[in-house]
């Protein structure tokens, strides 16, 4: 059996999931990345995307996050996130708000650089269509 380690998800909204878990996988800004247990100290971004948890009773459980960061240690990790969902909680409803925000950000950017960004967190947004069923 894998070890397990201490894991929070928490939104400003509240406390989602706080659990021994054996394995993490997470949205980070760098690419998906997978946190076991002894991982070694990292802090990163989060981008919108799906958390994959699974605990350390063998359940696994998604998340649909919007951003935040992580702070990973190799006794536990922590998720911050601005916004988040169970993904059974999640709608193509919020999707398509998020999208059409991101589209009229787009539309005011005032340089390549802000069109950059905006179309990657696009794309992000809609790569989470998929979740929605």
């Known amino acids: 059996m894998a070890d397990s380690f201490n894991f929070e998800l928490v939104s400003p909204e509240r406390l989602l999931l706080s659990a021994r878990v054996t394995e993490i ?10 946190v076991m247990a002894n991982h070694a100290p990292f802090m990163t971004t989060i981008r919108p995307g799906v ?8 359940a696994t459980s998604r ?3 919007f951003g935040g960061f992580a ?3 190799p006794s536990g990790c922590t998720l911050l ?3 988040a969902y169970e993904v059974s909680d999640f709608s193509r409803d919020v999707l398509s708000r998020r999208v059409e925000l991101a589209r009229t950000d787009l539309a005011n950017a005032a340089n390549d650089e802000g069109r950059l960004r905006v179309n990657q967190l696009i794309s992000d ?6 979740v929605t069923g």
């Open 25 to 34: 996988v997470l949205p980070a800004t760098e690419g998906e990345m997978t």
């Open 51 to 58: 958390v994959t948890v699974k605990t350390d009773d063998g």
């Open 63 to 65: 998340f649909v996050v």
């Open 71 to 73: 702070d990973i240690l």
């Open 81 to 83: 996130a601005e916004t």
């Open 125 to 130: 947004l809609e790569s989470l269509a998929s």
